[in-house]
Nanobody
Framework: QVQLVESGGGLVQAGGSLRLSCSAS????????MGWLRQTPGKEREFVAG????????YYTDSVKGRFSISKDAAKNTVYLEMNSLKPEDTAVYYC???????????????RGQGTQVTVSS
């Protein structure tokens, strides 16, 4: 059973930074592609960032390129999302996901955490 627990969300002013963490069970980060998704009320869950199970290329949605960075620590079975230069439009519930297939497809993340709220004030 794959379990994912996010932490690190909160309220930050525009231009600020946050680091989200996703603690995974077992050896999840070595077995699955890992990613971050986000969702706002009334909208579909969208892909934000992802990294392949073998630690290959990281992928980002265009709106966060140059501002966000995904990484993983296999020894800690943890995935991180470093978010810089935050904008009000980044406000959302952020979910950690694990899955297979294409890294940038939200529905490929069969396992998801409970989410953590990120609010960016203007």
């Amino acid at each position: 059973q794959v379990q994912l627990v996010e932490s690190g969300g909160g309220l930050v002013q525009a231009g600020g930074s946050l680091r989200l963490s996703c603690s995974a069970s077992g050896r999840t980060v070595l077995r699955y592609n890992m990613g971050w998704l986000r969702q706002t009320p009334g909208k579909e869950r969208e892909f934000v960032a992802g990294i392949a199970w073998n630690g290959g290329t990281a992928y980002y949605t265009d709106s966060v390129k140059g501002r966000f960075s995904i990484s993983k620590d296999a020894a800690k079975n943890t995935v991180y999302l470093e978010m810089n230069s935050l904008k009000p439009e980044d406000t959302a519930v952020y979910y950690c996901g694990a899955g297979g297939g294409a890294v940038d497809i939200p529905t490929n993340y069969a396992y998801r955490g409970q989410g953590t709220q990120v609010t960016v004030s203007s």
